[in-house]
């Protein structure tokens, strides 16, 4: 059986990474309440509606993307329904040239995380000042947020407008 915690609503114990602590730090520092579960390494889509039924929304799907030159980067926030379409990306990006998926090692570099644990919440890292934040247009509209707290082990849920106006403040965010 995949475990998950009943919903916590205050900062782990120990933080299992430097981004995880930056992360709850940021919370408190910007007065958004937050809402997490503990739970199994979290990778799957099975194990993802195993987090959405006791977190109550969807988890989102967080993809790390680059060109071919590995010289820009992408953090596209979706839904985990729909399917990630490159043309379809790059022609909602104004054209870009065609990206791919970054490497293991580029995720880690500038977002602080491992496979499978990808977020939008690394935009708080200095390493990520130039990844480009793109969120599916929906995403933006609904009440609350729930992702990885950058690690796969814990997920989060916040209020979207805290996720945009608060916590990736200072930031530009395209929507698509």
């Not at 379809?88 to 990206?99: E, K, L, S, T, Y």
């Not at 390493?127 to 992702?147: P, Q, R, T, W």
Request: proline share 5%; net charge negative.
């Amino acid at each position: 059986m995949f475990y998950v915690s009943d919903p916590i609503s205050t900062p782990p114990e120990a933080f299992a990474t430097r981004l995880q602590q930056t992360v709850y730090e940021t919370f408190a520092a910007k007065g958004i309440a937050f809402t997490r579960v503990d739970t199994d390494p979290g990778i799957t889509m099975e194990d993802c509606q195993h987090i959405d039924a006791k977190i109550g929304i969807h988890i989102v799907k967080t993809i790390f993307l680059c060109n071919r030159q590995e010289t820009k980067f992408y953090l596209y926030v979706t839904s985990d329904d729909k399917p990630f379409v490159t043309r379809d990306f790059c022609a909602a990006m104004g054209g870009i040239p065609r990206v791919s998926f970054a490497s293991a090692r580029k995720l880690w570099e500038l977002t602080g995380v491992e496979v499978g644990a990808t977020t939008i919440l690394s935009a708080v890292l200095p390493e990520a000042a130039n990844v480009h934040l793109v969120m599916d247009a929906g995403i933006s509209k609904a009440d609350y947020f729930a992702c990885t707290d950058g690690t796969p082990t814990c997920f989060v849920k916040i209020r979207t407008q805290d996720l945009i106006d608060k916590y990736l403040e200072g930031r530009k965010l395209t929507l698509i």
